[in-house]
């Protein structure tokens, strides 16, 4: 069952997440009672019994969510709704159509939702730090949605949504999404859509990954997801998914460094970036921009592989080390061209150098090498690991059964059967590029959709010019 997060707001609207129904004092009392955290990947709830002070903080802020999901900061946790459970029996609430809000409704601009748009007005200056902005990542193994408000910061989290829906489940094989794979996932757009419309988004970008990218039905299926839901989804091009990566990233970097290189381990495609840091000119300082980053971006590429292409490729469940090892050499095989063209590994010969991970894989090697006991945001975003550390958790998780890899409180069953994927597809990063430290980010396209959005709006420099003239 989905459950819905939030503070109250300070009327006594009535809240309603599938069969349970809350009105406002209830809802506040419930949050006052019990802080939601979640693995990132596997969903499962866990309560985590509040003291005085969280009391004391809900209680204040009746109008929303006081955690930060801060473009720079690290410190707090991302609340969010979670529901790994693949596909659920039931019917679904009547969910009034949402869009994107520059493009009203109708009959001639029902365009395929595959063909790229940004999904969002044109920048104004009536934006303000009230309005609602909005991120969903339709991905090859999650569907993922962000609200956000602008703050002081960077920003502040209203409400959030993740479930793994698989979408691209077996369309390296097939070439085409399933009909229960697109089922899935429209049960889930159709949450983000109601989510959508509660919160009154002003802005929002939509957007979706590999497996439409490649699938031969996968326009067709955004147009259906158009027509249902009001979604108006954009199928992100290779390049622009590794931008918004280190957008996404960027508030993590080590800005002493010479080079770092970004790598996002997905469901269907790898993004890499090799960010050269000396064309900086403000070395050793943070970066507080999207642009510092993109600026710095020396190379990338987008493999065609992730954890669920390799998983069904190579197996997932049993898998021995010399399964591991043809993972691992697959990877490298298609990692070899990009190195051949841009000579990386001499350019990082000698130099400052560290990785940052922004994908599942390596936040849940974080949360195993930290022996969470659940999985805690807190910790991992912006922990450093390094790559012994690493090997070590590979290592422990290819001796572990699949049964033993499900009991893990930072795999769980849906990831159990991916996990190991991901292990070798980092485990040949690693082989191509030694490198001694690994920085992990509980972090990714949402954020750096929201963050470009809210840069494009200059709501996030305005804070900062305000803050510096204090």
């Known amino acids: 069952m989905t459950t819905l997060i939030g503070a109250a707001p300070p009327n006594a609207e009535a809240f309603e997440a599938d069969s349970v129904r809350f009105t406002g ?9 019990s802080v939601i955290q979640e693995t990132p990947d596997d969903g499962r709830l866990t309560g985590l019994v509040a003291g005085r002070r969280e009391a004391r903080r809900w209680s204040r802020d009746l109008k929303g969510f ?17 529901d790994t459970s693949i596909g659920r029996s039931g019917a679904d609430p009547v969910i009034p159509p949402i869009s994107n809000p520059d493009k009203p409704i109708d009959a001639q601009q029902r365009q395929a939702a595959a063909q790229p748009r940004r999904g969002t007005p044109a920048p104004t200056s009536q934006n303000t730090r009230d309005d ?17 408000r602008p703050s002081r910061r960077g920003f502040r989290v209203v409400d959030a949504f993740s479930r793994i829906i698989r979408l691209g489940e077996g369309v390296v094989q ?34 979706a990954t590999e497996a439409c990218r490649i ?39 080590d800005a002493s460094c010479d080079y770092v ?17 000396t064309r900086w000119g403000r070395r050793g300082r943070r970066f507080v921009d999207r642009m510092d980053a993109h600026n710095c971006m020396a190379a990338w590429t987008s493999l065609p592989l992730g954890v669920v292409t390799v998983a069904e490729r190579f197996g997932g469940r049993d898998v021995t080390p010399d399964d591991f090892e043809a993972m691992v050499a697959h990877t490298m095989d298609l990692l070899h061209p990009f190195e051949a063209e841009h000579s990386i590994a001499k350019k990082l010969n000698g130099q400052r150098v560290h990785m940052l991970g922004t994908s599942g894989t390596v936040t849940t090697v974080a949360g195993i090498q930290l022996k969470l006991p659940r999985y805690d945001r807190n910790r991992v975003d912006g922990c450093w690991l390094s790559v012994d550390d690493v090997r070590n958790v590979n290592n422990d998780l290819l001796g572990r059964t699949y049964e033993q890899r499900v009991a893990e409180p930072c795999i769980g069953r849906d990831r159990a059967d991916l996990v190991l994927a ?3 597809i980092l485990e040949a990063v690693l082989r191509m590029w030694p490198c001694d430290r690994l920085r992990v980010a509980d972090r990714g396209l949402r954020e750096g959709i929201l963050t470009t959005l809210m840069n494009d709006d200059g709501v996030l420099r305005q804070r900062r010019r305000r803050r510096r003239r204090r």
């Open 422 to 424: 991901g292990c070798a």
């Open 25 to 33: 004092p209830q809802l506040l009392l419930k949050c006052i009672t």
């Open 132 to 148: 609602v902005y909005g991120a969903l990542d339709l991905g090859t193994n999650n569907c993922r949605l962000l609200l956000a």
């Open 174 to 207: 097939t070439g085409r999404l399933s009909d229960d794979a697109m089922r899935r996932t429209l049960d889930a757009l159709k949450v983000c859509a109601s989510k959508l419309e509660r919160a009154r988004v002003s802005r929002a970008r939509f957007v």
């Open 215 to 253: 699938a031969e039905n996968g326009s067709d299926f955004l147009a259906d997801v158009h027509d249902k839901t009001g979604l108006d989804i954009e199928v992100l091009t290779p390049e622009t998914e590794a931008r918004l990566a280190v957008s996404g990233s960027a508030a993590l970097i």
């Open 66 to 82: 006081r955690e930060d999901s801060t473009v720079g900061d690290t410190s707090n946790t991302k609340l969010e709704t979670r």
């Open 261 to 277: 290189l970004v790598f996002d381990i997905g469901g269907g495609s790898s993004e890499l970036i090799v960010l050269d840091l």
